[in-house]
């Protein structure tokens, strides 16, 4: 089936230790979006991808950062995770890149700060 | 800027009654609005939504929402709830201006036996 695909499921980091989550997709749709779930609060768009186009929401922190190698694969880096940081991220996709979209969702990868 | 109103954190229904979940949105410009569902530990999966055309949209699992310019809401409805309808319910707009999508802060849908 048709899927986007996040890895890991749970990651643990420390303090200050980068990190890397993993989104692949299969459907080969051209945007690839990343968000920020905190427990019990609305998704927060971190930025996405339109190909090659890197599109960053104004009030992203510099600690995140994105990227993409190819049509299929999108990786958010955290540079010096915070406590602040744990959170449910969200991998999601969409095509052709209209606003009426449907986004296609993964399972998540939430993440611990100790 | 666009922006989505969700009333009741929290609404709990018998099974087999009507289910409401109320969205209301703001935006200068003609919207999109949709209805997504998560599950627990889950991503969000789309229900409905509304682009243009028939203001009564139809979607998977028996739901349906109607878009009242007018009142610039954007109501979901179910006229029977099941068990498996308990899970978080997000309504979100988007608009020409802007290709992702403003989420409102979820409904939680408790369903008693």
């Known amino acids: 089936d048709a899927m986007v695909i996040q890895n890991p499921r749970y990651q643990v980091t420390q303090f200050g230790k980068p990190v890397t989550l993993s989104c692949s997709q299969t459907l080969n749709h051209n945007v690839m979006y990343w968000y920020q779930q905190k427990s019990s609060q609305a998704p927060k768009l971190l930025f996405h991808?339109?190909?090659?186009?890197?599109?960053n929401e104004a009030d992203t922190p510099d600690n995140f950062q994105s990227r993409r190698p190819n049509t299929s694969f999108c990786f958010l880096d955290i540079r010096s995770p915070g406590l602040g940081d744990a959170a449910m991220y969200l991998c999601?996709?969409?095509?052709?890149?209209?606003?009426?979209?449907?986004?296609?969702f993964g399972p998540g990868t939430r993440l611990t700060v100790l | 800027a666009q922006s989505v109103t969700q009333l009741g954190s929290h609404v709990s229904v018998s099974e087999g009654a009507l289910v409401l979940l109320r969205c209301n949105y703001s935006?200068?410009?003609?919207?999109?609005l949709f209805w997504y569902v998560q599950y627990p530990n889950q991503g969000l999966q789309l229900l409905l939504k509304y682009t243009t055309g028939a203001t009564l949209v139809k979607g998977i699992n028996g739901f349906e929402a109607e878009f009242k310019k007018s009142e610039t809401s954007f109501h979901l409805t179910k006229p029977s709830a099941h068990m498996s309808d308990a899970a978080e319910y997000f309504c979100?707009?988007?608009?020409?201006?802007?290709?992702?999508?403003?989420f409102g802060s979820g409904t939680r849908l408790q369903v008693q036996p």
């Open positions: 999601a996709t969409s095509t052709p890149g209209l606003a009426t979209d449907t986004q296609y």
């Open positions: 935006s200068s410009v003609p919207p999109y």
């Open positions: 979100a707009v988007s608009d020409t201006g802007r290709r992702a999508l403003t």
């Open positions: 991808y339109y190909d090659k186009d890197f599109n």
